[in-house]
């Protein structure tokens, strides 16, 4: 009995957290349409879980403001979690962004990584994987598998790893924005060492370490150290 | 036995009178004054008065601070301790005078004491009891009573029986005869459960109280009462320089600079404090009005009057009056159900001295496309004055919401903040209008461990599929040699089984089951014969046959039991499995 009961408040819990985060993004976006951009982006901040949708307005009120790192930080946010057609205006956003500031757009490769990867669900990609890889295996110890059908089905299964290993390689990197408008790198987690660049709100760097309040990053040809609080990571 | 009681009681005796002796040595006492020092029977609602508690000490020993009694509606604070030591023939008395500053924000009469102090031997001696009156207007001293007609501080209410929101405007007077006297510092009023517009002023005034003409400074201010009950506002202090007393006798070197100088002497005066007595709004059936004043129109606004679903819309409702504006939050809008509104910002204007204007903004959303008619909005009131409620109504108004996303031209820019700001955005560009419109954002996938556990597995399994059918194939192609090796390799295990189990029989066995599966013969069809012709095509010479012969027959009779069993046969017969598995 205490079982059901703390069930149903758990689901009274969610439904009634997840109408009151309706009625916040309904109002947020009112209140964009009235022109009311700090006002609509501090409702979107407000709620908890950032759906791709929250993101990419959030970005949009961020781009209104000028604020064009927030804006970025939240545009590859949606490439990483939406669907293929949230992705596409994202995408769009960020190099009409980047061609305002006249930052380097994404490689071919990159976008079109990304375009692949919103298209499918990971998970449909592995459990097909897994399903192929089985019947490779029973086809094997059936001995069904001879010649052509065996390069076909082998180079499915090779073309499916690479696939998957390059998911996980790049869900496993860590980027981040910078959101301030002339961030320094150092030499060092530390003021008192050398600097090595300056950095601009809207420049996307690789995080490689970390350490206390700093993060050492990667961009183009150098390496620095950057204070967390100029960065906003992604993943 | 009469002398442990006598003893017993002499010890008794000098412990009574060294505590009564302590006890004669300090004596405590209270005493309630004004600031001044003058003995004081009332205060003021929110007057500070001195307690002191004085200790003489007759003794060497020192007594503990004084721990007074009071009640909870008199609030205490330390002011500090002054002591003196008198010391006549050889007896010396120290005398130690504690003083508290007290203020009580309650009328009634107080009981204050008695002061307690320890004494060394552990008793306490106890104070007198001070009874003080704490009242609106205290009856003064006859200083105080002297120096009022010269300057005193005024409070006055419009009304001290107010509603519960109602306006109460409150006066703050300081009145001086004399040109000379100069106020240099005011006190802020303290309004408790009321909310207030702040103190405005001072305007200068002339005015004739009992006869006598005053010059007066004057600040206002409008209390809105927040609760039914009483309100008790304190007194006020304020602090002012007036003429030094020209006086014959006692004058002092400091009076005289003063005097010479021209500088006055600094004095704390207080006005008298001012009790309201709220009460509560009339019933009204279930409702909860709030708004009380005197409220002239209610208009509203819509910032456009077509909008597409789902789109937000400007809505304000002005209200315009005199009133408690501070209390009155957004009223609730009656609206159709595919409508629905958020409140939004509150703005204010000051139309005159007291009319005010109020704008309550709302965002209204049309859920479904339509055309539908706003109703007149109610505003209910309570009028302070006729003592009623009433009810203001805006006019009813129209909306139409389209179901089609709206161009941005055709959008109003009422609120004056222009969406222009975006224009550089295409339009397939703008705002998801669902919350989950790109996706819920869970990436739903299995657990990357999980994912290469099972990966792993499945390689494993293939690849230990190659492997072995690769090892078949090479036993396929070499597959004499690994017959032969099966062979002698099943002959040597049966050997090493039998001679652990001492099974001497089954070794001519052993090697009739290895010539066969060498001679692909089965077990009827193998001879000696034959066995010693195929060891002959293998190379055996004379020699060695005549060996195996012996040998062989020896193993079948000893299986037979015609020969004993004996040890050295087991070596032999590894002996010639070894020797025959070079050959065969």
């Known amino acids: ?102 930052f380097s757009a994404d490689s071919y490769w990159y976008t079109t990584i990304i375009t692949i990867k919103s298209l499918l669900s990971p998970l449909f990609v592995q459990i097909l994987f897994l399903l192929l890889s089985v019947f490779f295996v029973l086809l094997l110890y059936l001995k069904r598998l001879k010649g052509l059908k065996c390069v076909l089905l082998g180079s499915a299964l090779v073309l499916m790893t690479i696939v998957t290993l390059t998911d996980y390689w790049f869900s496993s990197q860590v980027y981040a924005v910078v959101i301030q408008s002339e961030v320094v790198a150092y030499a060092g987690p530390d003021k008192e060492f050398h600097k090595v660049a300056t950095l601009h709100a809207g420049q996307e760097v690789k995080v490689v370490e970390e350490k206390q309040s700093w993060y050492k990053v990667s961009f183009q040809n150098f390496q620095g150290w950057v204070e967390q609080i100029d960065l906003e990571k992604i993943t | 036995m009469d002398k442990k009681i006598g003893k017993l009681l002499l010890f008794f005796s000098v412990v009574l009178a060294s505590c009564t002796m302590s006890a004669q040595d300090f004596s405590v006492s209270l005493r309630v004054t004004d600031q001044q020092g003058h003995f004081l029977k009332e205060a003021g609602i929110g007057v500070p008065f001195l307690i002191q508690v004085e200790v003489i000490n007759k003794g060497k020993k020192d007594s503990s601070r004084p721990q007074l009694s009071l009640p909870p509606e008199i609030t205490l604070g330390q002011l500090g301790t002054t002591s003196s030591i008198r010391t006549i023939n050889n007896d010396t008395v120290s005398k130690k005078t504690y003083q508290y500053s007290a203020v009580s924000n309650q009328v009634g009469t107080f009981t204050i004491g008695p002061a307690l102090v320890h004494i060394p031997g552990g008793d306490e001696i106890r104070s007198n009891i001070v009874a003080v009156k704490i009242a609106e207007r205290p009856k003064l001293t006859e200083s105080a009573e002297k120096e009022a007609h010269q300057v005193f501080v005024e409070f006055s209410a419009d009304t001290t029986a107010p509603y519960v929101g109602q306006a109460v405007t409150v006066s703050l007077r300081f009145y001086y005869s004399d040109d000379s006297v100069h106020l240099d510092h005011l006190q802020e009023p303290v309004f408790k459960d009321c909310k207030s517009s702040g103190l405005q002023g001072p305007r200068n005034g002339q005015a004739t109280v009992d006869g006598v003409q005053y010059g007066y400074l004057e600040w206002q201010t409008t209390l809105f009462p927040t609760h039914a009950g009483t309100i008790v506002i304190p007194a006020v202090g304020a602090q002012v320089s007036m003429p030094m007393e020209r006086s014959s006798h006692r004058m002092d070197m400091f009076s005289l600079v003063n005097q010479m100088l021209g500088t006055g002497r600094q004095k704390q005066i207080y006005s008298n404090s001012l009790t309201l007595m709220v009460h509560d709004l009339p019933a009204h059936g279930k409702k909860n009005v709030r708004a009380v004043g005197k409220f002239s129109s209610l208009h509203g606004k819509l910032g456009s009057e077509k ?278």
């Open chain 2, 307 to 584: 909008a597409s679903v789902g789109e937000g819309i400007n809505f304000t409702l002005e209200l315009v009056g005199e009133g408690n504006f501070q209390m009155i939050n957004h009223p609730s809008l009656i609206l159709p159900e595919s409508l629905r509104y958020y409140d939004s910002h509150v703005k204010e204007h000051q139309l005159t001295d007291k009319m005010k204007k109020k704008d309550f903004e709302y965002v209204l959303q049309g859920l479904k496309p339509g055309e539908y008619d706003i109703p007149a909005q109610a505003f209910e009131y309570f009028d302070g004055k006729t003592k009623s409620y009433k009810t203001l109504h805006s006019r009813p108004l129209k909306i139409t919401i389209t179901g089609e996303e709206k161009r941005k031209t055709e959008t109003s820019s009422t609120t004056g903040q222009s969406q222009s700001a975006g224009s550089d955005l295409p339009d397939n560009l703008g705002p998801e209008s669902t919350l989950n419109g790109g996706g819920t954002g869970r990436i739903r996938c299995i657990a990357w461990p999980w994912f290469m556990g099972i990966l792993f597995v499945l390689l494993l399994i293939i690849v230990g599929r190659f492997l072995w059918m690769g090892w078949l194939g090479y036993r396929e192609k070499n597959a004499s040699y690994f017959v032969s090796r099966d062979a002698f390799y099943q002959a040597e295990r049966s050997l090493k089984k039998a001679r652990k189990e001492k099974k001497y029989a089954e070794i001519y066995h052993i090697f009739i089951t290895l010539f066969c599966s060498r001679l692909s013969v089965s077990a009827a069809d193998v001879s000696e014969e034959i066995i010693e012709r195929t060891l002959k095509e293998k190379g055996f010479s004379a020699a060695q046959i005549i060996a195996w012969r012996q040998f062989f027959a020896r193993t079948l009779a000893v299986t037979f039991a015609v020969l004993p069993e004996t040890d050295d046969l087991w070596a032999e017969a590894e002996k010639w499995l070894a020797l025959l598995k070079g050959i065969l």
């Open chain 1, 1 to 102: 009995m205490k079982k059901i009961f703390f069930v149903a408040m758990a689901a009274l819990f969610f439904t009634v957290s997840a109408h009151q985060a309706k009625e916040t993004f309904l109002k947020a976006l009112a209140e964009y349409n009235q022109g009311h951009i700090q006002q609509s982006v501090e409702l979107y901040e407000s709620l908890e879980q950032k759906t791709p949708a929250i993101l990419y307005n959030s970005g949009l009120c961020y781009y209104r403001l000028d604020n064009y790192g927030k804006a970025l930080t939240c545009f590859r946010k949606v490439e990483r979690r939406g669907n293929h057609e949230v992705v596409k205006k994202a995408q769009a956003m960020q190099a009409l962004i980047k061609q305002k500031k006249g």
